[in-house]
Nanobody, 126 residues
């Protein structure tokens, strides 16, 4: 059974940093797409970043480019999200997702991903 386990959320002040991680288990794929989405109350779910596990490609949503960095540990089936220069509008629940049948691309939609983590809360205060 596929499991995605996120960790690393928390509360920080604006300008601070946090690192999220998502580890995938219960599958046999060596190359696939993992992504981070976030959801804030009253807003639609937003794609944040994605990375190819088994590769090195990463992609970012416009609202986080230059501030967030995704990276992979392919041996650990883990996608990280280093979040710098955090803003109050970055507040939300961050979800990890995996798609074992399609590659990552420059724009991602949540409907593409059949597997999801439980979410981790990120709160940025002004």
């Amino acid at each position: 059974q596929v499991q995605l386990v996120e960790s690393g959320g928390g509360s920080v002040q604006a300008g601070g940093s946090l690192t999220l991680s998502c580890a995938a288990s219960g599958h046999t794929y060596s190359a696939y797409c993992m992504a981070w989405f976030r959801h804030a109350p009253g807003k639609e779910r937003e794609w944040v970043a994605s990375g190819t596990i088994g590769g090195a490609m990463t992609y970012y949503g416009d609202s986080v480019k230059g501030r967030f960095t995704a990276s992979q540990d392919n041996a650990k089936n883990t996608l990280y999200l280093q979040m710098n220069s955090l803003k109050p509008e970055d507040t939300g629940t961050y979800y990890c997702a995996a798609d074992f049948r399609h590659w990552c691309s420059r724009t991602m939609v949540s409907d593409q991903f059949p597997y999801w983590g439980q979410g981790t809360q990120v709160t940025v205060s002004s």
